[in-house]
């Protein structure tokens, strides 16, 4: 979709410099072409050269270079671009733009450009809610600017709240909806969803303000396949990595909930801060489940067989010439995840069930809310071609009670934190206080 397209890629000061790197890289692999322009201050968290290295274009950041005007000139980086993106947009360069300056080579191609530009803006959540900011967004958005972002989320300050910069694929997304025209260019940014700015309560231990917002609440997460013994040495499993479930706690406990991570059998490492217990079968998921509660969350990710052998053996069986395979006798497994959002003193506060689904996605998953009586529903097409099982990236829609959203393709891991944020929003936050 991206082939042949022409980015140039505006870098201003922040944290989030870094993401940059897998930007141009997920950009360069859709075909795209990369060449970077950096304010001064951009240059001070990533280093020219290693744009250089992943764009294989120069990278310009000096506006009075001899060589540099000589060879490009700062109109042609913007008449040889199909599209400028700032990212990341830091406040600075947002009431630069906002005013007209040109006093560095960034601001002046972006000043001269007659092409569209597209935001990313990456800061602290008082800087993106200060009045200033505001007004600066707003006269950009007036003038067609679109933006990306920014997210909500734990920031580098310790903070927590909009204001961290869109991931990488969440940029490329908006990239390619530019390009087939379903960026509507003025789309308001999102200023925040919920509780203006969130204060975080203090570390257990006193001291720093955390970006903890889940640190009261207690999440259970399932994870990987269930193995279900034929014999001592066969089982019946299906194809799942783990890599979306294990994702999913790691982000919870990231936020500050203590996490008990119940998994089948996988080869992704555990993630940090969550207590793992491992199963093989449906029934011992289930059970370690129930030993976790009482939880505030659980998030069913799990995939659980169906049916197990009801007829396993206690030894191997045994080939026998002439003799027919064995018989298999399949029952169904407990339904973990309807057996613990069935009401009740324990049924935690927040159940969240998965839909591996490979036909009509979304009406199952709609129908299996109400079956199962969960809250909501990540439902994922696990057919062959989406590369789900196993993959690294995952395109979910979320069913709840309020109706169904349609994810962009996202990491595995930025579908975590993403989900994690909305059980930040669902729960909401105390200590909160008013916008300045
Ligand atoms: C460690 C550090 C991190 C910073 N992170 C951000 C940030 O994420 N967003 C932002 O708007 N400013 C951030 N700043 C401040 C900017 O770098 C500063 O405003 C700078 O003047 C921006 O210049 P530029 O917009 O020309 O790149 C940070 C500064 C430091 C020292």
């Known amino acids: 979709m991206l082939t042949g397209k022409r980015?140039?890629?505006?870098?201003?000061?922040?944290i989030a410099a870094f993401k940059c790197h897998d930007l141009i890289r997920r950009l360069r692999e859709r075909g795209a072409s990369v060449r970077c322009v950096?304010?001064?201050a951009a240059a001070?968290?990533?280093?020219?050269l290693s744009l250089q290295a992943l764009s294989e274009d120069k990278v310009y950041s000096d506006l009075f270079s001899l060589?540099?005007?000589?060879?490009?000139?700062?109109?042609n980086l913007s008449r040889e671009a199909d599209l400028l993106v700032v990212a990341p947009a830091s406040a600075n360069i947002l009431a630069r733009m906002a005013q007209g300056l040109a006093d560095d080579l960034a601001t002046t191609v972006l000043l001269a450009t007659d092409k569209a530009v597209l935001v990313a803006p990456a800061m602290n959540v008082r800087m993106w809610l200060h009045p200033a900011t505001r007004a600066n967004v707003a006269t950009l958005r007036s003038r067609g600017v679109a933006f990306v972002g920014p997210n909500e989320g734990a920031m580098a300050c310790n903070e927590f709240g909009p204001g961290r910069m869109s991931e990488p694929l969440e940029i490329v997304a908006a990239i390619e909806a530019y390009f087939t025209g379903r960026l509507p260019a003025a789309e308001p940014p999102p200023l925040?969803?919920?509780p203006s700015v969130i204060r975080m309560p203090p570390e257990p231990m006193g001291g720093a303000i955390a970006h903890r917002p889940l640190m009261s609440r207690r999440a259970i997460v399932t994870s990987g396949p269930t193995r279900e013994a034929i014999d001592p040495v066969r089982y019946i499993s299906n194809h799942s990595s783990g890599k979306q479930g294990h994702a999913i706690a790691g982000a919870l406990a990231a936020l500050g909930a203590e996490v008990t991570l119940v998994t089948g059998p996988v080869g992704v490492?555990?993630?940090a801060g969550v207590k793992v217990v491992r199963v093989e079968s449906a029934d011992d998921m289930l059970a370690a489940c129930r030993a976790a509660l009482p939880a505030d969350i659980v998030v069913c990710a799990a995939a659980v067989a169906d049916w197990k052998v009801r007829n396993a053996a206690n030894g191997k069986l045994k080939k026998v010439p002439g003799a027919a395979p064995p018989a298999l006798e399949l029952v169904p497994n407990p339904d973990i995840l309807a057996s613990l959002a069935a009401s009740g003193p324990q049924r935690p506060a927040l159940v969240v069930g998965f839909a591996a689904e490979t036909e009509n996605v979304v009406?199952?998953?709609v129908a299996k809310r109400e079956r199962k009586g969960c809250d909501w529903i990540v439902a994922n097409d696990v057919s062959p071609a989406t590369g789900t099982f196993g993959g690294d990236r995952n395109t979910?829609?979320?069913?709840?009670?309020?109706?169904?959203?349609?994810?962009?393709?996202?990491?595995?891991?930025?579908v975590a934190e993403e989900l994690a944020r909305r059980v930040v929003r669902h729960f909401g936050t105390s200590g909160v206080v008013a916008a300045s």
Request: cysteine-free.
């Open 269 to 271: 490492a555990d993630p």
């Open 396 to 414: 979910v829609h979320l069913v709840t009670a309020s109706g169904v959203e349609a994810w962009p393709t996202l990491a595995k891991d930025a």
């Open 7 to 14: 980015i140039l890629l505006i870098l201003s000061g922040g």
């Open 67 to 75: 060589t540099d005007e000589s060879e490009m000139g700062h109109i």
């Open 44 to 48: 001070r968290f990533v280093t020219p």
């Open 38 to 40: 950096l304010t001064p």
């Open 192 to 194: 925040i969803s919920g």
């Open 363 to 365: 009406a199952n998953a």
